[in-house]
């Protein structure tokens, strides 16, 4: 883990979140616990997380962080799924296709889960309309 100015990257980043982005202290556990370090997290980390999954608020927020976290690795693990919307067809009552818009959204959604760049992109971008 890189150092700056005694300090690692990854307890930088905690602090910005605690004082500046003022992220909850179970919120910072979870993204701990889900972290790409290869030692894994601590088990009283995971003891504490399991523990606060009892109050309902703190629920909601673990939740909160683990869908967001999967729900892309979910989605492309479903492709296959949306790929069949792209070749979607319906025609209303009065004769007209009404698909195209099925259609349209499905090749859009396959083209930002198979970008990451554009998927943190966009999450930013939503995250700070979210506070206007």
């Known amino acids: ?8 990257v990854r307890d930088l980043k905690r602090g910005v ?3 500046v982005l003022k ?5 910072q556990k979870v993204l701990d616990a889900t972290s790409n370090e290869s030692w894994g997290p ?12 009892r109050s ?3 629920y909601q927020i673990i939740m909160a962080v683990l869908w967001k976290q999967r729900v892309i690795d979910d989605i492309r693990g479903h ?11 319906y025609i209303d ?9 099925v259609r349209k959204i499905s090749q859009s959604l396959l083209g930002l889960v198979n970008d990451n760049e554009r ?7 939503a995250s700070a309309n979210r506070d206007k």
């Open 56 to 58: 309902s608020s703190e």
């Open 17 to 19: 979140n605690k004082k």
């Open 79 to 89: 492709t296959y799924l949306i790929m069949t919307l792209s070749d979607f067809q």
């Open 23 to 27: 992220v909850p202290g179970i919120e």
């Open 42 to 53: 601590h088990g009283s980390l995971l003891a504490d997380i399991a523990l606060a999954t």
């Open 1 to 8: 883990m890189k150092k700056v100015f005694g300090q690692t």
């Open 93 to 101: 009552s009065s004769g007209r296709e009404q698909g195209s818009n």
């Open 119 to 125: 998927v943190t992109e966009v999450r930013q971008k």
